[in-house]
C-alpha cells in the first residue's frame, strides 16, 4: 500500500467517525430521534397551525374584528407574481395595523424552493405587496404572519397550484 492509499483510507474513516458523530448527537439526549422529539415536546415549545385561507377576493376573518381579502396580480406561473393582501376594519375601510411576513415554498418538496422569511411592503394604496418566485409547476403554498405590536397574531396558509 502507497501512501496515497493510506492517506485516502484515513481521510475515510475520520470522515465516517465526524458523521457518525453529528448524527449521535442530532439525535438527542438518549441518542434517538424519538427522544429528542419527546424532549421538544415536554419542553414546552408547540408547533405554529397555518389556518388554511380562502380563495383570492374572498373575505377572510382575522378575530379581531379585522378581515383581509388576497389577490395575485396576475394568475400564478412560472416566474415572479405579485401577492396582494388588503385588511379592512368593521366599517369596510381600509387599515394598515398590522406588519405580514410571508415564506413562499411547495409543500411537496418542503424546504427545496423555500423563500424564506419575505416581508411585504405597503404600496400608497395601503396594499400590503410581496414577490413569489415560483421557479416550477406544482403545489405551492405562501404562509403568511400578521404581527402587532411585533408579536405574531395570526398565522395563515396560502395554497395554489401552477
Known amino acids: ?6 492517506a485516502r483510507i484515513a481521510l475515510g474513516c475520520g470522515l465516517v467517525l465526524i458523521l457518525a458523530s453529528i448524527g449521535s448527537s442530532a ?11 419527546r424532549f421538544q415536546a ?22 379581531d374584528g379585522n378581515y383581509v381579502v ?19 376594519n368593521k ?11 410571508g415564506r413562499s415554498d411547495m409543500p411537496s418538496m418542503r424546504g427545496a424552493h ?11 394604496k395601503n396594499d400590503y405587496l410581496m414577490p413569489v ?11 403568511v404572519t400578521f404581527f402587532k405590536d411585533g408579536k405574531p397574531v395570526y398565522y395563515g396558509s396560502i395554497t395554489f397550484d401552477v
Open 70 to 88: 388576497y389577490d395575485f396580480s396576475e394568475r400564478p406561473k412560472m416566474g415572479t407574481v405579485i401577492l396582494k393582501i388588503q385588511i379592512f
Open 91 to 101: 366599517k369596510g375601510e381600509q387599515i394598515t395595523p398590522y406588519a405580514i411576513k
Open 1 to 6: 500500500m502507497t501512501y496515497k492509499h493510506g
Open 133 to 143: 418566485n415560483i421557479v416550477m409547476p406544482g403545489d405551492w403554498e405562501v404562509r
Open 114 to 124: 423555500d423563500s424564506g422569511d419575505v416581508e411585504f411592503k405597503l404600496n400608497r
Open 42 to 63: 415536554a419542553s414546552g415549545s408547540q408547533e405554529i397551525v397555518y389556518k388554511p385561507m380562502p380563495k383570492t377576493g374572498k373575505k377572510y376573518e382575522l378575530g
Open 27 to 37: 439525535a438527542g439526549p438518549a441518542g434517538s430521534v424519538a427522544a429528542g422529539a
